[in-house]
């Protein structure tokens, strides 16, 4: 069966997506894309200017002290630039399994889970689809660097590597201080001086971070959250699914190993660490994205629990065919709308590029907004939250199902709605004229 060999699973799940990401050909987002876009020209001409440029204003304006910002970006972008967006995907893709990959390594030297589920239960998970979509987050890469560090570390390893990789963690991105946990828990098993090492890094690169965010007036990170704003957070539905997981996970370590159970509370304690760390921001679904790393690591261990009690091989044959199923399942359901919806982007894109008359054009999403308007064309996007508030009897707006499908709801009662032309071939995100009568 397909799920019997790894290598084969790996190459189907890959080209599957590969292959989806080929017949969509989706265009750059809506989301930080062609900042970087238009980014790679400049650092052509000066790299090293523009990215000390780059990296000092976001740490002493913005108040994130980020080094290898400007050469990650450079490197995810530049295969698109040089050929199409959609390659720049498929290499993000890539970029994506090898985050994964590593991350379980580094976890299964302390616990045991079959790869074959963890991988599929990564890419069940729906948030997951905005790593794949949205190239520019660059949360992932927490994920690499640390498993890496968490599968290769031994007691013979040069301390000063050890020191500046873990150091260089939180410094990727915030979340990077997560690791801080894991390597506690690690150290508390194996009592090796190479573990504390790489604790000492993290501590330092937490406490660099932390000067950038906290005394330099940064708009990056800024910490106010009220209790209401903290407690409706931790009450998402996503975070009250995890907290029922963790629940049922204590019951079940009960009968693991002791080293087993202190690197579980380590991992349990560095997701839980990752959900306060978000706690502060409005919760956007691409902020959920990262939970799949640590559930594809968590499900499994129910997984082998119940296996080993049962003792029976068909429970796995059916444990398997029940994940492809819902893999399945994730992709319509979460992977394609997404798919569809770039794909109308980049037809809508295409065809204000032919229009010759100069529109006004509101929409609904801010950043969207602000991207579409530096696509040098001659029309004028406008940001508005609610289209009742729009003073014209006649003008275009765009309907985004996936962003804000409430936007058409207000006006269908007193305006004649018509797409504008019928060029879409999904219906997820097109352009809408409204004839409207108002009092």
Same mark, same amino acid.
């Given at each position: 069966? /397909?799920?019997?060999?790894?290598?084969?699973?790996?190459?189907?799940?890959?080209? &599957?997506?590969?292959?989806?990401?080929?017949?969509?050909?989706?265009?750059?987002?809506?989301?930080?894309?062609?900042?970087?876009?238009?980014?790679?020209?400049?650092?052509?001409?000066?790299?090293?200017?523009?990215?000390?440029?780059?990296?000092?204003?976001?740490?002493?304006?913005?108040?994130?002290?980020?080094?290898?910002? +400007?050469?990650?970006?450079?490197?995810?972008?530049?295969?698109?630039?040089?050929?199409?967006?959609?390659?720049?995907?498929?290499?993000? /893709?890539?970029?994506?399994?090898?985050?994964?990959?590593?991350?379980?390594?580094?976890?299964?030297?302390?616990?045991?889970?079959?790869?074959?589920?963890?991988?599929?239960?990564?890419?069940?998970?729906?948030?997951?689809?905005?790593?794949?979509?949205?190239?520019?987050?660059?949360?992932?890469?927490?994920?690499?660097?640390?498993?890496?560090? &968490?599968?290769?570390?031994?007691?013979?390893?040069?301390?000063?590597?050890?020191?500046? $990789?873990?150091?260089?963690?939180?410094?990727?991105?915030?979340?990077?201080?997560?690791?801080?946990?894991?390597?506690?828990?690690?150290?508390?098993?194996?009592?090796?001086?190479? %573990?504390?090492?790489?604790?000492?890094? /993290?501590? *330092?690169? +937490?406490?660099?971070?932390?000067?950038?965010?906290?005394?330099?007036?940064?708009?990056? #990170?800024?910490?106010? $959250?009220?209790?209401?704003?903290?407690?409706? =957070?931790?009450?998402?539905?996503?975070?009250?699914?995890?907290?029922? &997981?963790?629940?049922?996970?204590?019951?079940?370590?009960?009968?693991?190993?002791?080293?087993?159970?202190?690197? &579980? #509370?380590?991992?349990?304690? $560095?997701?839980?660490?990752?959900?306060?760390?978000?706690?502060?921001?409005?919760?956007?679904?691409?902020?959920?994205?990262?939970?799949?790393?640590? /559930?594809?690591?968590?499900?499994?261990?129910?997984?082998? $629990?119940?296996?080993?009690?049962?003792?029976?091989?068909?429970?796995?044959?059916?444990?398997?065919?029940?994940?492809?199923?819902?893999? +399945?399942?994730?992709?319509?359901?979460?992977?394609?709308?997404?798919?569809?919806? %770039?794909?109308?982007? =980049?037809?809508?894109?295409?065809?204000?590029?032919?229009?010759?008359?100069?529109?006004?054009?509101?929409? *609904?999403?801010?950043?969207?907004?602000? %991207?579409?308007?530096?696509?040098?064309?001659?029309?004028?996007?406008?940001?508005?939250?609610?289209?009742?508030?729009?003073?014209?009897?006649?003008?275009?707006?765009?309907?985004?199902?996936?962003? *804000?499908?409430?936007?058409?709801?207000?006006?269908?009662?007193? *305006?004649?709605?018509?797409?504008?032309?019928?060029?879409?071939?999904?219906?997820?995100?097109?352009?809408?004229?409204?004839?409207?009568?108002?009092?």
């Amino acid at each position: 069966m /397909l799920i019997k060999n790894n290598k084969y699973l790996i190459t189907t799940i890959l080209s &599957i997506y590969t292959i989806l990401f080929l017949h969509f050909e989706p265009p750059w987002g809506l989301m930080d894309d062609y900042r970087f876009i238009y980014l790679i020209p400049e650092l052509f001409k000066d790299f090293l200017f523009v990215s000390f440029e780059i990296v000092t204003t976001r740490a002493f304006d913005r108040g994130m002290l980020q080094p290898f910002f +400007v050469l990650e970006k450079f490197i995810q972008y530049l295969p698109g630039y040089l050929t199409k967006p959609y390659i720049s995907y498929i290499f993000n /893709l890539f970029i994506i399994f090898l985050c994964h990959l590593y991350f379980y390594k580094g976890v299964s030297r302390f616990i045991k889970i079959r790869y074959s589920s963890s991988i599929l239960i990564f890419f069940i998970w729906p948030f997951t689809n905005d790593l794949l979509f949205l190239i520019s987050l660059e949360e992932k890469l927490i994920f690499l660097l640390g498993g890496l560090l &968490i599968y290769k570390i031994k007691e013979n390893s040069n301390n000063l590597i050890i020191f500046f $990789s873990t150091f260089f963690l939180p410094l990727i991105k915030l979340q990077g201080s997560i690791f801080l946990f894991i390597f506690i828990a690690i150290y508390l098993i194996e009592k090796k001086k190479i %573990w504390l090492v790489g604790i000492y890094g /993290l501590v *330092c690169g +937490v406490l660099l971070q932390a000067y950038f965010i906290f005394f330099n007036q940064g708009d990056y #990170f800024v910490y106010n $959250s009220s209790f209401e704003k903290l407690f409706n =957070n931790f009450l998402a539905r996503e975070h009250i699914l995890i907290f029922f &997981i963790i629940l049922f996970l204590f019951f079940v370590i009960n009968k693991k190993e002791k080293n087993e159970q202190i690197f &579980i #509370f380590g991992l349990v304690v $560095s997701l839980f660490s990752l959900i306060f760390i978000y706690s502060n921001w409005n919760l956007y679904g691409y902020l959920f994205a990262t939970y799949s790393f640590f /559930l594809s690591m968590i499900l499994p261990i129910f997984e082998i $629990s119940i296996l080993s009690k049962f003792n029976k091989a068909y429970l796995k044959e059916i444990t398997s065919i029940l994940l492809l199923i819902s893999l +399945v399942f994730s992709m319509f359901v979460f992977f394609l709308p997404r798919a569809e919806r %770039w794909s109308d982007l =980049n037809s809508t894109i295409e065809q204000l590029s032919q229009d010759t008359s100069k529109k006004i054009i509101y929409y *609904c999403g801010t950043e969207g907004t602000r %991207w579409l308007s530096e696509l040098n064309l001659i029309h004028e996007f406008k940001f508005i939250p609610n289209p009742s508030d729009i003073s014209e009897k006649d003008f275009f707006l765009i309907k985004d199902d996936y962003n *804000c499908n409430y936007f058409t709801d207000t006006l269908v009662e007193y *305006c004649y709605l018509t797409k504008f032309p019928s060029y879409q071939n999904y219906e997820r995100f097109y352009l809408l004229y409204a004839n409207c009568i108002k009092s």
